[in-house]
């Protein structure tokens, strides 16, 4: 087989009819993909620059880049799969297509079959990714994703050494797994052939990308940490590849590494304009902020979003972030700063907006706005609240939602239950958030989010605490603490617990965790600091935990 290859600005030509590209992308910072064509030798720069963009989920740039080649090369076929490829958008962001999207889709899997691709190979691509868009109007779309992840699979087969098909398969692997199976076998299995793939291209964007996404769970995600240190020093130009480590430092509480690198997402996503983008690193870097009592930072970002536009333009979602992404952040980011700080009155204030039909995110909001309203004894609005979260729950079920049908019920019952608490019926209060922690076990946070406004087992502790019922509540922050480490109510509420329980010991050793995460505190802060400073003033110094 011959090759073309391109390593800064050098381009030597084969003779073959065949071709491979592959691209050191140099000032671009985008890293290297190799992916054989049949296309012009003028076009393998161009080919190569859509693939690692499209490994970066930057999909604006991998479809003007795919285009282009498909302009200069009317029979490079493949190029058109590119440019469909990345229309669908980021795969595991949660949520049914529109039907204007599906179309372009299948519009442009129709120009690639007419444009002829001249192997086999690339129409078998062509018709794996096909399988997406096809009969959209009747046939639902998680039937389409797993018959795209099963023609993956065939093709892979098909192609034993064609790294990029394997790469393909193992990405259907991981967005396909189902969020209730908590064996993980999809996942595993999707990073162990990224794992294998990454040693004979460690300069190639996507590798540790889907690594990553592929271990973006409490049970794995220590298996992500290398791909979450390397993955930024490979892309620094993508906007994406830079916020995507911190999905692993959040499920690990990693919070300053998460911090930091938002911080460059963000501001790289805001030059280019990618508006969904921005703030979806914003989202999760204010959640590490409130994690650390770096309440003065987490409001300048609160302050910023408040003015931040319209996240659903063309130009706004040109990045991985859908416009999903950027609605949600607008109203989760305001809901955090309210909740992680126990400022239940300001939570029931909170403004509700219609969130442009994207109904999880006006859950966000009304979830909010219940908890606040119930723990500050307005139990009138908490009750509206408790409705309106239901209205979203059957509009939800109506437009067959089916994923965030049940994280909105999960809300739902949460408010509920705190509902039921400020009206003084204490056991169909633990009864219902017992029931929600219980279906929050069964489900995954989605990569939309770094994680629920407040985890179910965090939210049963702080009941039972309230309760007076120490111990359990020791239990439920404790569970909390394995999906969730090292969030600041729960490692406090643990602290309280075991103080109200009569167990020093315990309590010290949660107040150091607390304090060592909080290092970066606002002074004077938050009054659980207070109270670890005096827990440990005459014990051992504090170290150790937490990054």
Same mark, same amino acid.
């Given at each position: ?6 390593v ?8 073959? $009819? ?7 992308? =140099? ?37 003007? *880049? ?11 076929g ?6 469909a ?5 980021? $795969? ?6 529109? +039907?204007?999207m599906?179309q ?53 087969a ?21 969020? %209730? ?23 190639? $964007?996507?590798l540790?990308?889907y ?5 973006d ?9 290398t791909?979450?240190?390397?993955? *930024?020093?490979?892309?620094?130009? %993508? ?20 911090i ?5 997402? *963000? ?13 979806? +690193? ?26 931040s ?28 700063y ?22 999880? *995110? ?6 909010a706005?219940?908890? =606040? ?6 139990? %009138? ?9 239901q ?7 109506e /437009?067959?939602e089916?994923?965030?049908?049940e994280?909105v ?12 608490l ?11 958030m017992?029931? /929600? ?37 020791l ?19 643990? +602290? ?24 970066? +505190?606002? @002074?004077?802060?938050? $009054?659980e600091l207070?109270?670890? @400073? ?9 170290s150790?935990?937490?990054?």
């Amino acid at each position: 087989m011959g090759r073309i290859s391109l390593v800064a600005v050098a381009l030597a030509v084969a003779v073959a $009819p065949l071709r491979s590209q592959e691209h050191d992308h =140099g000032a671009a910072q985008l890293g290297t993909v190799k992916f054989s064509n049949s296309c012009a030798p003028g076009v393998q720069a161009g080919f190569a620059h859509g693939m690692a963009l499209l490994h970066s989920f930057e999909f604006g740039g991998a479809i003007d *880049a795919f285009k282009d080649v498909a302009e200069k090369d009317p029979a490079c076929g493949i190029a058109w799969w590119g440019v469909a490829l990345a229309q669908w958008g980021n $795969p595991f962001a949660a949520g049914i297509k529109p +039907a204007a999207m599906l179309q372009a889709g299948r519009d442009e899997i129709g120009r690639a079959r007419a444009s002829g691709a001249r192997t086999e190979r690339e129409r078998d691509y062509i018709s794996a990714a096909s399988a997406l868009y096809d009969q959209f109007e009747t046939v639902d779309q998680r039937t389409r994703l797993l018959a795209y992840r099963d023609a993956m699979a065939r093709l892979s087969a098909k192609y034993p050494s064609d790294t990029e098909a394997a790469t393909f398969h193992a990405l259907a692997l991981a967005f396909c797994a189902d969020p %209730a199976d908590k064996t993980y076998a999809d996942q595993l299995k999707a990073g162990a052939t990224l794992e294998r793939l990454w040693k004979d291209q460690p300069e190639h $964007p996507g590798l540790p990308h889907y690594i990553i996404h592929a271990y973006d769970v409490p049970a794995l995600a220590p298996r992500a940490v290398t791909a979450a240190r390397r993955y *930024a020093k490979i892309a620094p130009a %993508a906007p994406h590849a830079l916020h995507m480590p911190s999905h692993t430092f959040t499920r690990l509480g990693y919070w300053q590494d998460s911090i930091d690198t938002n911080i460059l997402s *963000a501001e790289s996503a805001r030059k280019a304009g990618a508006l969904s983008e921005e703030l979806h +690193a914003i989202d999760y870097q204010v959640y590490a902020y409130l994690q650390t009592a770096q309440d003065a930072a987490a409001k300048q970002l609160v302050d910023r979003m408040a003015g931040s536009g319209d996240p659903t333009t063309a130009r706004a979602t040109a990045s991985a972030a859908p416009a999903a992404a950027g609605v949600f952040a607008q109203a989760a980011v305001p809901a955090r700063y309210a909740l992680e700080r126990g400022a239940w009155a300001d939570a029931a204030r909170l403004d509700v907006h219609p969130a442009r039909g994207m109904m999880q *995110a006006e859950a966000m909001t009304w979830f909010a706005r219940g908890l =606040g309203a119930a723990r500050s004894g307005d139990t %009138a609005l908490a009750s509206t609240a408790v409705d309106e979260l239901q209205k979203l729950v059957d509009r939800l079920t109506e /437009a067959k939602e089916t994923y965030w049908t049940e994280q909105v019920s999960i809300q739902k019952l949460g408010a509920a239950a705190w509902l039921a608490l400020a009206a003084g019926r204490q056991d169909d209060a633990l009864s219902g958030m017992r029931s /929600a922690a219980a279906r929050e076990d069964r489900t995954e946070k989605n990569a939309i989010t770094p994680g629920p406004l407040a985890p179910a087992h965090e939210l049963l502790g702080e009941m039972l605490l309230q309760l007076k019922q120490p111990k359990e509540a020791l239990a439920e922050f404790q569970k909390s603490m394995i999906k969730e480490p090292n969030r600041f109510r729960g490692i406090s509420g643990a +602290a309280a617990a075991a103080t109200q329980a009569g167990d020093v010991a315990t309590a010290r050793k949660y107040y150091r965790q607390l304090l060592a995460i909080c290092v970066k +505190a606002d @002074r004077p802060g938050r $009054p659980e600091l207070d109270a670890a @400073r005096r827990a440990t003033a005459a014990s051992a110094p504090v170290s150790g935990a937490g990054k």
